[in-house]
């Protein structure tokens, strides 16, 4: 029997329900804080290729059962270390882009040797792992904060003065990469290029691929047939945007939005990366130990080892991801960047439909659009609902705080109620 | 060399700390035999698997006497991954399966097949080597013929049925190229009976292929249905090993329940014409491992009767059902007043009393003292060792302390004062606290289960002459429940067996031992209606 | 001896033992560079006894089997808007003190019992639900104290909407408790003369010798301390009851309570419940000792330095007494106290009282998180 076409909705809102609720929030907040649509887009593709990297770096851990990662923050301190050295010793090349990829070669070790001793932690508080990673993330922040507060300057030398405090101890509060590594990832905004020219490039790619598909076996899903149909408008919408002049001038204007295409292609690989790594050997691995811990010990999977790899891919991407998001602002908050970097990432995948056990590439990408949308917009939305920015404010550090809170309490209570069955 | 047999182990004893579990046992399984392994819980079944396993246990105990033979070749074997290298292979009682995984992902798990890649090649990794799906298909397709199983290998295992299950498992193992020996864990006490058959009959099929199979279980029946050589064991001994057409099912069952009584047996003389204190109608009780099925049963005024039966088949669950410890259904009716189920208070009021089979995970605050233990139940059930100040109560110390001074005598509790932590007392010692904070409550019948196991024998002689004390004097009825049938056969008037969750019989302590084992393995009421023997 | 001392430096006892040595340690340099030692007892025992009932709501929380209190902003809210409104009555000195108390129980109550009924349905992942719930209701919170209907001048913003983020308790009930029956020992800055002064606000005092002509070197809050164990006693008698031992065994042994006839999730409600009315209360103790209320953010982090200083005392996850509640606090805030001056003496630039602060604070924790239950 086929599925009737209501009880086939009412399946697709239930399984979509926390991504519907917030398209709706985020509409009604974007209508309520009367700018344009311009404004907002412009805003959004910067936030888009700024924290998307960072939220990806999150998919590992739930897979491999160990929650949401709280514990991202401490990549984040060691790209921001990173960032520091290649600073200190301002290496620069190629516009940039030399620097940025020097600052992610050295993360790398950084990040690993923290990453394994996260792991180890948290393989000591199975059970209670997101709230380790939490704590776990505080106490690498006061670490942090001792070695480049008093460490630097005294036990450390440190070449570059303009990064230290008057006294010569610790560095200052905050750090410009103007002129070195800012937007050096994208050879300092030369590849920045306008928005829908990158979108026309990637729909013809995805059709060329699919048709490709098509040609070699001869058929092809559902689900490939109507990417090539999206794929298709996608690549219409944008020649029409580029080339012509039909639209109303609100989105006439989007014509002049611009992406940087190095970001967009490190986020796209690392989407790629988070689909392969599930074919292989280590992928089927994790997914064993995520699902259930005692059976893959029985079957001989060394559960600790695949958990504290998962922690450290996952690390190391964190930092890699910090070191985009740094590098695109231009400035660092030299003790405040990072602190909440974790909240916002694990809230962003969470408002995209992930759950504590479930998260994919979609959950990531929708829910950067969406969180970072409801943050751009908020502020305004109270201005003009409540004569108080501030009230906006409050409100999107309620939704982040709130959306993690209740997705984890009703986690727990169905995994409770499940276990009672 | 050719050999004669797949596995020989000879002489094999092993003790825990001075208690021998294993006394000088010998078993040879040949190829393509099924070789069914019999006996009591305790009788020393996991103990020889784990040796054979390799399991840490074994070794953290400080290992075993006597020596295990593959092919002949005598091994050494001290981790469960090496059995796996040897060609033994385990399907487990409880599901050693994945649910969100399919069929194939499961039989191929931690075994799956990879194609080399580049990043792999060049880290020299197979970790990172992509996953050949394909390939373990078809393998999956191909054990699972041999088992005569139609279903699609890319199912997920979440959407089988528990029978089909089992077949997975058993299909992971035999896809492992070397297996020689496969051990079968109680493997139909999950399955229903045409599964079970349906499970026989794929047993049969892989020791056609030459593979020898150990199956551990209590099912008479099924072991004359599928076993061509029959071991038992009891308390750590080998009773006997023979051929199967050379025994029958009544011999079998007194074999596995026959045995000296260790505790003198009290003699009794006069049938109680006793008026019902307590009846059971159709009870069910969903305690995990220990489910009640529908238990009829009427307790008799002042007497102690005794619930036995085999582990897993749900004696445990009555008690825990009476009290309210887990979802109840049915009806009880005690003293002619019906008993509000699901609801420990209740039960209490009714004045019950409780001692937990599970003495330090129920029956203790560990890190508690011995008065408070004692005291706790009482002061939340009857109000008692309270001291009021308007509204409010508080504890009375010195009643508290002087009730559990005058409880540390009378059971011979043997501690450094009533302060200290019941978590340092030795085993028979917490056990004598559980029953002081049981009867501290003064019930009218006394439900205790287990009360002697992991117990010394002077503190089980103390407790049961304990139990036989307040039944005799103060007579207390008192439902014991017990693994120990030698024990329950010591006092009780009367002893219900229970099987599948359901009363399979009652005897009397003095009744055959072929009986108690017929009833004991469920074959009792096959047997004396149909006569299979 | 021997056996003691290995009792002392382990498990739960370890940060104790570490804490200990490391608070001698900077007494010992406090002496060696010279800071004024009399000011820093004084300070240790304000700033004790102030936190101290914060740090007291953790005791029935981890009872009751809920873990610590991660949540512990709710009962903050809750005495915050007991405050506030007493503030808006304009009732100075106890009068306002005890209307704050009085306002922030009920509300306590409440949100207690449903913040209690929210555990029962996520059991086994308190800690970090708890977490977020604190979280989630101080930034919700933040947007109530700007469209809160109250109107006293100290406490709004001129221009504007809403409360302030610091209310100056000055003219209310601030220092009620630390100048009730104190002992104040002042230096006149003249003659060197040490003076005492009882039951004396520090106002009298600066207007008595203006333009800081005299100091005050020791106090003894007297009225504060007769508070904080006062709260104690109750809350020890509370274990002595018929109920607190029900509740204990509850969270000792849930399958044992049941055994015994105890509701269990009620205890745990009762537990969560009684943890919020402390904290309640003990952010009014807090804010009158502080002199400020502060509101907005600064609840969002006030659970992690009290669950710390508890774990300090020796309490675990599972198991908490009022003596771990006295020793905790007094170690974790001494050191707190005494290393501020004396880091700033060693290093002039940066704060590394506070960095200390955080790395101690969340190394007790996560400690104390590897020692949970132990599931494997």
């Given at each position: 029997m086929k599925p009737t076409v209501t009880s086939q909705l009412k399946k697709f809102l239930i399984k979509n329900i926390v991504v519907i609720v917030f398209v709706v929030i985020s509409i009604l907040a974007f209508i309520a804080s009367k700018q344009s649509l311009y404004f907002l887009m412009s805003q959004l593709l910067e936030r888009i290729s700024r924290n998307s990297f960072l939220v990806l770096s999150l998919l590992i851990p739930v897979m491999a059962g160990m929650g949401l990662n709280f514990s991202i923050i401490i990549g984040a301190m060691a790209g921001q270390a990173a960032l520091i050295i290649v600073t200190n010793y301002q290496i620069a090349f190629w516009n940039g882009f030399g620097g940025i990829m020097l600052a992610m070669l050295i993360a790398v070790p950084m990040a690993a040797i923290f990453g394994i001793l996260t792991g180890m932690l948290l393989n000591k508080t199975k059970g209670q792992e997101m709230i380790a990673s939490m704590i776990v993330g505080f106490f690498a922040n006061g670490i942090y904060q001792f070695i480049f507060l008093f460490a630097v300057g005294g036990l450390f030398t440190v070449r570059n003065k303009d990064l230290l405090l008057t006294s010569g101890v610790g560095l200052r509060n905050s750090i410009t990469f103007t002129e070195t590594l800012k937007f050096g990832l994208d050879f300092g905004g030369v590849t920045k290029v306008p928005f829908f020219n990158i979108l026309m490039v990637v729909s013809v790619i995805i059709i060329l691929v699919y048709l490709g598909l098509f040609f070699i076996k001869k058929k092809l899903t559902v689900k490939q047939k109507s990417g090539i149909v999206v794929s298709a408008a996608v690549l219409v919408f944008s020649a029409l945007i580029m080339y012509t002049n039909i639209f109303p001038l609100q989105i006439r204007m989007l014509k002049s939005l611009t992406f940087p295409a190095v970001s967009g292609l490190f986020i796209a690989l690392l989407c790629g990366f988070n689909m392969i790594i599930i074919k292989t050997k280590l992928g089927q691995d994790f997914r064993a130990v995520g699902q259930n811990q005692h059976i893959a010990a029985v079957s001989g999977i060394n559960v600790n080892r695949v958990r504290i790899i998962a922690i450290t891919i996952s690390t190391i991407l964190a930092a890699w991801g910090q070191i985009i998001f740094l590098q695109e602002i231009g400035v660092m908050n030299t003790f405040g960047s990072h602190v909440q970097i974790a909240q916002f990432s694990v809230a962003a995948l969470l408002v995209g439909g992930a759950t504590v056990s479930k998260a994919t590439n979609n959950n990531a990408i929708v829910g950067v659009i969406l969180f970072h949308t409801l943050f751009i917009v908020s502020p305004f939305a109270g201005k003009e609902l409540f004569g108080d920015p501030q009230i906006g404010e409050f409100f999107r550090t309620f939704v982040a705080y709130g959306v993690i809170g209740l997705s984890l309490g009703l986690y727990a209570w169905k995994t409770l109620f499940t276990n009672k069955k | 060399m050719k050999n004669d047999y797949v596995l020989e182990m000879n002489g094999i004893t092993k003790d825990y700390s001075g208690n021998v579990v294993l006394n000088n046992i010998n078993l040879k399984v040949k190829p393509g035999e099924i070789h069914a392994l019999l006996g009591e819980n305790g009788a020393g079944k996991s103990t020889l698997m784990n040796i054979l396993f390799g399991m840490p246990v074994i070794h953290s105990t400080g290992g075993f006497n006597g020596e295990v033979k593959l092919n002949g070749e005598v091994v050494n074997i001290i981790s469960p991954k090496e059995a796996m290298g040897h060609g033994i292979g385990m399907v487990h009682q409880e599901f050693m399966l994945i649910p969100g995984f399919t069929i194939t992902e499961n039989i191929k798990l931690n075994r799956e097949i990879t194609r080399r890649n580049i990043v792999s090649s060049v880290f020299r990794s197979k970790a990172l080597e992509f996953l050949d799906s394909e390939a373990m298909s078809k393998d999956s397709r191909k054990a699972l013929d041999t088992l005569n199983i139609g279903i699609d290998e890319n199912a997920y295992v979440s959407s089988l049925p528990v029978g089909y299950m089992q077949l997975v498992e058993i299909a992971r193992e035999i896809d492992k190229r070397n297996i020689k020996l496969l051990v079968f864990d109680?493997?139909?006490?999950?399955?229903t009976e045409s599964e079970a058959e349906n499970l026989i009959g794929a047993m049969k099929v892989i020791a056609g292929h030459g593979i020898a199979i150990l199956f551990i279980t209590h099912r008479l029946d099924e072991v004359m249905m599928a076993a061509d050589t029959v071991t038992v064991l009891r308390d750590g001994n080998l009773v006997v090993s023979k051929p199967k057409t050379e025994t029958n099912v009544m011999e079998i069952a007194a074999l596995m329940v026959g045995r000296e009584l260790s505790i003198t047996k009290t003699v009794k003389t006069e049938e109680k014409e006793a008026d019902v204190v307590m009846s059971l109608r159709n009870l069910q009780v969903n305690m995990p491992g220990e489910a009640v099925k529908g238990v009829d049963l009427d307790i008799k005024r002042g007497e102690i009767i005794g619930i036995g039966g085999l582990a897993g088949q749900g004696k445990i669950g009555i008690a825990n059902g009476i009290m309210g410890m887990f979802e109840t259904d049915g009806e009880i009716t005690i003293n002619n007043e019906k008993l509000v189920l699901n609801n420990t208070i209740e039960s209490y009021n009714k004045k019950l009393a409780f001692v937990s089979e599970d003495r330090k995970g129920v029956g203790l605050l560990l890190d508690s003292s011995i008065e408070d233990n004692i005291a706790i139940t009482a002061i939340r059930v009857n109000g008692d060792f309270l001291k009021k100040f308007g509204p409010f109560s508080f504890r009375d110390d010195s009643k508290i302390r002087n009730h559990a001074e005058s409880m540390v005598k009378e059971l011979d509790i043997r501690c450094t004062g009533t302060k200290q932590e019941t978590r340092r007392l030795s085993g028979g010692n917490q056990q004598k606290v559980c029953l002081a904070r049981a009867l501290t409550i003064e019930p009218e019948i006394l439900l205790v289960s287990e009360p002697t196991r992991g117990v010394d024998i002077g503190a089980k002689q103390l407790i049961l002459d304990k139990l036989r004390f307040l039944n005799k004097e103060l007579g207390m009825t008192i439902i014991m429940t017990s693994s120990e049938l030698a024990e329950l056969r010591s006092i009780c008037d009367r002893i219900v067996i229970v099987c599948e969750g359901k009363v399979e019989g009652v005897l009397k302590p003095d009744a055959s031992d072929v009986d108690f084992g017929l009833m004991m393995s469920g074959d009792y009421k096959k047997v004396k209606v149909g006569g299979i023997a | 001896m021997n056996k003691f001392l290995k009792n002392m430096t382990s498990g739960a006892n370890l940060p104790r033992f570490i804490i200990s040595s490391f608070f001698l340690l900077v007494c010992v340099m406090a002496v060696i560079v010279k800071i004024p030692f009399t000011t820093l007892m004084s300070d240790t025992l304000v700033r004790f006894a102030m936190n101290g009932v914060l740090v007291l709501a953790m005791v029935p929380s981890i009872q009751s089997g809920l873990g610590p209190n991660f949540a512990l902003p709710i009962g903050i809210i809750a005495g915050l808007v007991g405050s506030v409104v007493s503030f808006e009555f304009g009732i100075a000195g106890f009068g306002g003190l005890w209307l704050a108390i009085a306002i922030s129980i009920p509300l306590a109550l409440i949100f207690g019992y449903l913040y209690g009924q929210m555990l029962n349905k996520v059991k086994g992942s308190e800690l970090i639900v708890s977490t977020y719930t604190g979280f989630s209701i101080v930034s919700l919170m933040s947007i109530g104290w700007i469209l809160m209907p109250l109107k006293h001048p100290e406490m709004t913003w001129p221009l504007g909407k809403g409360l302030r983020n610091i209310i100056l308790l000055d003219n209310s009930f601030g220092k009620m408790l630390n100048d009730f029956f104190s002992w104040k020992y002042v230096r006149v800055a003249e003659t060197g003369n040490l003076i005492t002064f009882f039951n004396r606000t520090d106002k009298y005092i600066s207007d008595l010798y203006p333009n800081n002509a005299a100091v005050v070197e020791f106090t003894i809050p007297t009225g504060l301390l007769i508070f904080f164990f006062l709260f104690c006693f109750v809350v020890f008698l509370f274990n002595r009851s018929k109920l607190g031992m029900e509740m204990r065994a509850a969270g000792d042994n849930p399958k044992f309570a049941l055994a015994s006839g105890i509701n269990v999730d009620k205890m745990r409600v009762l537990g969560a419940t009684l943890s919020t009315v402390i904290a309640s209360i003990g952010i009014v103790v807090f804010s009158q000792s502080y002199g400020y209320l502060q509101l907005y953010q600064a609840p969002l982090f006030m659970a992690f330095p009290a669950i710390a200083a508890i774990l300090i005392g020796g309490a675990s996850t599972q198991k908490a007494k009022i003596f771990h509640v006295i020793i905790g606090t007094f170690l974790f805030q001494g050191l707190l106290t005494m290393s501020l001056p004396v880091a700033n003496k060693l290093i002039v630039e940066g704060n590394l009282s506070e960095v200390l602060r955080m790395i101690i604070q969340n190394g007790v924790i996560l400690y104390a998180l590897t020692k949970v239950g132990g599931q494997e």
């Amino acid at each position: 029997m086929k599925p009737t076409v209501t009880s086939q909705l009412k399946k697709f809102l239930i399984k979509n329900i926390v991504v519907i609720v917030f398209v709706v929030i985020s509409i009604l907040a974007f209508i309520a804080s009367k700018q344009s649509l311009y404004f907002l887009m412009s805003q959004l593709l910067e936030r888009i290729s700024r924290n998307s990297f960072l939220v990806l770096s999150l998919l590992i851990p739930v897979m491999a059962g160990m929650g949401l990662n709280f514990s991202i923050i401490i990549g984040a301190m060691a790209g921001q270390a990173a960032l520091i050295i290649v600073t200190n010793y301002q290496i620069a090349f190629w516009n940039g882009f030399g620097g940025i990829m020097l600052a992610m070669l050295i993360a790398v070790p950084m990040a690993a040797i923290f990453g394994i001793l996260t792991g180890m932690l948290l393989n000591k508080t199975k059970g209670q792992e997101m709230i380790a990673s939490m704590i776990v993330g505080f106490f690498a922040n006061g670490i942090y904060q001792f070695i480049f507060l008093f460490a630097v300057g005294g036990l450390f030398t440190v070449r570059n003065k303009d990064l230290l405090l008057t006294s010569g101890v610790g560095l200052r509060n905050s750090i410009t990469f103007t002129e070195t590594l800012k937007f050096g990832l994208d050879f300092g905004g030369v590849t920045k290029v306008p928005f829908f020219n990158i979108l026309m490039v990637v729909s013809v790619i995805i059709i060329l691929v699919y048709l490709g598909l098509f040609f070699i076996k001869k058929k092809l899903t559902v689900k490939q047939k109507s990417g090539i149909v999206v794929s298709a408008a996608v690549l219409v919408f944008s020649a029409l945007i580029m080339y012509t002049n039909i639209f109303p001038l609100q989105i006439r204007m989007l014509k002049s939005l611009t992406f940087p295409a190095v970001s967009g292609l490190f986020i796209a690989l690392l989407c790629g990366f988070n689909m392969i790594i599930i074919k292989t050997k280590l992928g089927q691995d994790f997914r064993a130990v995520g699902q259930n811990q005692h059976i893959a010990a029985v079957s001989g999977i060394n559960v600790n080892r695949v958990r504290i790899i998962a922690i450290t891919i996952s690390t190391i991407l964190a930092a890699w991801g910090q070191i985009i998001f740094l590098q695109e602002i231009g400035v660092m908050n030299t003790f405040g960047s990072h602190v909440q970097i974790a909240q916002f990432s694990v809230a962003a995948l969470l408002v995209g439909g992930a759950t504590v056990s479930k998260a994919t590439n979609n959950n990531a990408i929708v829910g950067v659009i969406l969180f970072h949308t409801l943050f751009i917009v908020s502020p305004f939305a109270g201005k003009e609902l409540f004569g108080d920015p501030q009230i906006g404010e409050f409100f999107r550090t309620f939704v982040a705080y709130g959306v993690i809170g209740l997705s984890l309490g009703l986690y727990a209570w169905k995994t409770l109620f499940t276990n009672k069955k | 060399m050719k050999n004669d047999y797949v596995l020989e182990m000879n002489g094999i004893t092993k003790d825990y700390s001075g208690n021998v579990v294993l006394n000088n046992i010998n078993l040879k399984v040949k190829p393509g035999e099924i070789h069914a392994l019999l006996g009591e819980n305790g009788a020393g079944k996991s103990t020889l698997m784990n040796i054979l396993f390799g399991m840490p246990v074994i070794h953290s105990t400080g290992g075993f006497n006597g020596e295990v033979k593959l092919n002949g070749e005598v091994v050494n074997i001290i981790s469960p991954k090496e059995a796996m290298g040897h060609g033994i292979g385990m399907v487990h009682q409880e599901f050693m399966l994945i649910p969100g995984f399919t069929i194939t992902e499961n039989i191929k798990l931690n075994r799956e097949i990879t194609r080399r890649n580049i990043v792999s090649s060049v880290f020299r990794s197979k970790a990172l080597e992509f996953l050949d799906s394909e390939a373990m298909s078809k393998d999956s397709r191909k054990a699972l013929d041999t088992l005569n199983i139609g279903i699609d290998e890319n199912a997920y295992v979440s959407s089988l049925p528990v029978g089909y299950m089992q077949l997975v498992e058993i299909a992971r193992e035999i896809d492992k190229r070397n297996i020689k020996l496969l051990v079968f864990d109680e493997p139909t006490a999950v399955l229903t009976e045409s599964e079970a058959e349906n499970l026989i009959g794929a047993m049969k099929v892989i020791a056609g292929h030459g593979i020898a199979i150990l199956f551990i279980t209590h099912r008479l029946d099924e072991v004359m249905m599928a076993a061509d050589t029959v071991t038992v064991l009891r308390d750590g001994n080998l009773v006997v090993s023979k051929p199967k057409t050379e025994t029958n099912v009544m011999e079998i069952a007194a074999l596995m329940v026959g045995r000296e009584l260790s505790i003198t047996k009290t003699v009794k003389t006069e049938e109680k014409e006793a008026d019902v204190v307590m009846s059971l109608r159709n009870l069910q009780v969903n305690m995990p491992g220990e489910a009640v099925k529908g238990v009829d049963l009427d307790i008799k005024r002042g007497e102690i009767i005794g619930i036995g039966g085999l582990a897993g088949q749900g004696k445990i669950g009555i008690a825990n059902g009476i009290m309210g410890m887990f979802e109840t259904d049915g009806e009880i009716t005690i003293n002619n007043e019906k008993l509000v189920l699901n609801n420990t208070i209740e039960s209490y009021n009714k004045k019950l009393a409780f001692v937990s089979e599970d003495r330090k995970g129920v029956g203790l605050l560990l890190d508690s003292s011995i008065e408070d233990n004692i005291a706790i139940t009482a002061i939340r059930v009857n109000g008692d060792f309270l001291k009021k100040f308007g509204p409010f109560s508080f504890r009375d110390d010195s009643k508290i302390r002087n009730h559990a001074e005058s409880m540390v005598k009378e059971l011979d509790i043997r501690c450094t004062g009533t302060k200290q932590e019941t978590r340092r007392l030795s085993g028979g010692n917490q056990q004598k606290v559980c029953l002081a904070r049981a009867l501290t409550i003064e019930p009218e019948i006394l439900l205790v289960s287990e009360p002697t196991r992991g117990v010394d024998i002077g503190a089980k002689q103390l407790i049961l002459d304990k139990l036989r004390f307040l039944n005799k004097e103060l007579g207390m009825t008192i439902i014991m429940t017990s693994s120990e049938l030698a024990e329950l056969r010591s006092i009780c008037d009367r002893i219900v067996i229970v099987c599948e969750g359901k009363v399979e019989g009652v005897l009397k302590p003095d009744a055959s031992d072929v009986d108690f084992g017929l009833m004991m393995s469920g074959d009792y009421k096959k047997v004396k209606v149909g006569g299979i023997a | 001896m021997n056996k003691f001392l290995k009792n002392m430096t382990s498990g739960a006892n370890l940060p104790r033992f570490i804490i200990s040595s490391f608070f001698l340690l900077v007494c010992v340099m406090a002496v060696i560079v010279k800071i004024p030692f009399t000011t820093l007892m004084s300070d240790t025992l304000v700033r004790f006894a102030m936190n101290g009932v914060l740090v007291l709501a953790m005791v029935p929380s981890i009872q009751s089997g809920l873990g610590p209190n991660f949540a512990l902003p709710i009962g903050i809210i809750a005495g915050l808007v007991g405050s506030v409104v007493s503030f808006e009555f304009g009732i100075a000195g106890f009068g306002g003190l005890w209307l704050a108390i009085a306002i922030s129980i009920p509300l306590a109550l409440i949100f207690g019992y449903l913040y209690g009924q929210m555990l029962n349905k996520v059991k086994g992942s308190e800690l970090i639900v708890s977490t977020y719930t604190g979280f989630s209701i101080v930034s919700l919170m933040s947007i109530g104290w700007i469209l809160m209907p109250l109107k006293h001048p100290e406490m709004t913003w001129p221009l504007g909407k809403g409360l302030r983020n610091i209310i100056l308790l000055d003219n209310s009930f601030g220092k009620m408790l630390n100048d009730f029956f104190s002992w104040k020992y002042v230096r006149v800055a003249e003659t060197g003369n040490l003076i005492t002064f009882f039951n004396r606000t520090d106002k009298y005092i600066s207007d008595l010798y203006p333009n800081n002509a005299a100091v005050v070197e020791f106090t003894i809050p007297t009225g504060l301390l007769i508070f904080f164990f006062l709260f104690c006693f109750v809350v020890f008698l509370f274990n002595r009851s018929k109920l607190g031992m029900e509740m204990r065994a509850a969270g000792d042994n849930p399958k044992f309570a049941l055994a015994s006839g105890i509701n269990v999730d009620k205890m745990r409600v009762l537990g969560a419940t009684l943890s919020t009315v402390i904290a309640s209360i003990g952010i009014v103790v807090f804010s009158q000792s502080y002199g400020y209320l502060q509101l907005y953010q600064a609840p969002l982090f006030m659970a992690f330095p009290a669950i710390a200083a508890i774990l300090i005392g020796g309490a675990s996850t599972q198991k908490a007494k009022i003596f771990h509640v006295i020793i905790g606090t007094f170690l974790f805030q001494g050191l707190l106290t005494m290393s501020l001056p004396v880091a700033n003496k060693l290093i002039v630039e940066g704060n590394l009282s506070e960095v200390l602060r955080m790395i101690i604070q969340n190394g007790v924790i996560l400690y104390a998180l590897t020692k949970v239950g132990g599931q494997e």
